[in-house]
């Protein structure tokens, strides 16, 4: 029980110890900086879609050949097309963008920045959700430090994007109070998405393989669409891929280490 809570929890800590950066640092977080963080993020994700989410999908099936892969590819594709629909159906605006997205609306523009994050947000709550959910379930291929595992690396690539999410919108004049509350704002779905994931799963228990390939497929989505061109526009883009570099390897060594 501590590490399921454990896991619930550290994802959205390392969110709300990054949106405090807003009171120790400058209005603007500098863009090498910027870049290497996101692109250490957009590592972390990678890793931990393939060790964390798809191989346990695949193991799980308890079967062979063909039949083994047929969750996680349609899982997989399942979690991208839920991602691009969210991407569409939601008004948000990305930093360092001035056009919005999705819908139009008359949201201000704070409120379309912390939607966007919350977009980046949901696959992740997902993937601690499904993974904690396959440790209580299925042990063996799951076991409850490996979920932790994911959590916490979760949390760690957190930590750079509430940075990311409260540093800009402190740049647009808010107050470090407003800025740290809304930077820690787009961090509370993940808990949220989590415990609901885990209740759902254990309602249905035939689903988990689809549903760690689900939340793998949404997170690379993110990593796609978003994350890896922030990394790669403008100057110091050998950064982000340094970055994406040092959190694939972290992911990684977090997983086969405590996994």
């Known amino acids: 029980m501590n590490g399921l809570i454990l896991g619930i929890l550290l994802p959205f800590l390392g969110t709300t110890l990054g949106a405090a950066c807003v009171f120790l640092m400058k209005k603007n977080i500098p863009s090498l900086l910027h870049k290497t963080l996101t692109g250490f993020a957009a590592g972390v994700m990678v890793a931990a879609s393939v060790w964390s989410l798809i191989i346990p999908s695949i193991e799980m099936t308890g079967k062979e050949g063909l039949a083994s892969i047929v969750p ?44 966007a994050v919350t977009l980046h947000n949901i696959p992740e709550g997902m993937a601690v959700g499904v993974a904690l959910a396959a440790a209580l379930e299925h042990n063996a291929y799951m076991p409850m430090a490996a979920a932790v595992a994911l959590s916490l690396g979760i949390a760690i690539q957190n930590f750079p994007e509430g940075a990311i999410v409260s540093m800009p919108l402190r740049g647009a004049d808010n ?49 796609v669409e978003e994350l890896i061109p922030e990394t790669q526009e403008g100057k110091h883009s050998n950064m982000g891929t340094l970055g994406f570099a040092a959190g694939f390897a972290l992911m990684m060594v977090l997983d086969v280490v405590l996994g």
Do not use: N, W
């Not at 415990?195 to 799963?201: E, N, P």
């Open 72 to 115: 996680a590819v349609v899982g997989f594709l399942g979690g991208i097309l839920f991602l691009l629909f969210l991407d569409m159906a939601v008004p948000h605006q990305h930093v360092d963008c001035e056009q919005s997205e999705g819908p139009r609306s008359r949201l201000s523009k704070t409120a379309k920045l912390v939607f």
């Open 175 to 223: 107050s470090r109070m407003k800025s740290f509350l809304m930077g820690t704002l787009s961090g509370a779905v993940e808990p949220v998405g989590a415990a609901l994931t885990i209740l759902l799963a254990s309602v249905v228990l035939p689903a988990l393989p689809y549903l760690l390939a689900f939340a793998a497929g949404a997170m690379m989505y993110v990593v």
